[in-house]
């Protein structure tokens, strides 16, 4: 019986351009047990599906992690959008005249 997981995934924010973007990480804590010996290499069987189990969470956490990232920058682009047509069609004119 497993009482915590050993394979984690912890946050942390970067500063690009002035956008704070969440960016994922994977760890592993802990030990894990490799006590899986039996007949027709079954421990060896057990061992490559933890190792695909491994890479695929990895290739997920790096998923989240662009996937984030992109909704982000998405919204601080419509922001910025926004504020540069207020600019343009509101403050801009009322300075011209």
Do not use: M, W
Request: proline fraction near 2%.
């Amino acid at each position: 019986n497993v009482q915590t997981a050993t394979l984690k995934v912890r946050s942390r924010q970067e500063n690009i351009a002035g956008v704070k973007l969440p960016k994922f990480e994977h760890f592993s804590e802990g030990e894990t047990k490799n006590d899986l010996t039996g007949l027709a290499r079954g421990g060896q069987q057990v061992q490559a599906c933890r190792a695909a189990y491994v890479k695929s969470i990895e290739l997920l956490v790096e998923l989240a992690s662009l996937q984030t990232s992109f909704l982000t920058l998405d919204e601080a682009i419509k922001t910025t959008n926004r504020r540069v047509n207020a600019l343009e069609n509101v403050v801009k004119p009322r300075l011209e005249n």
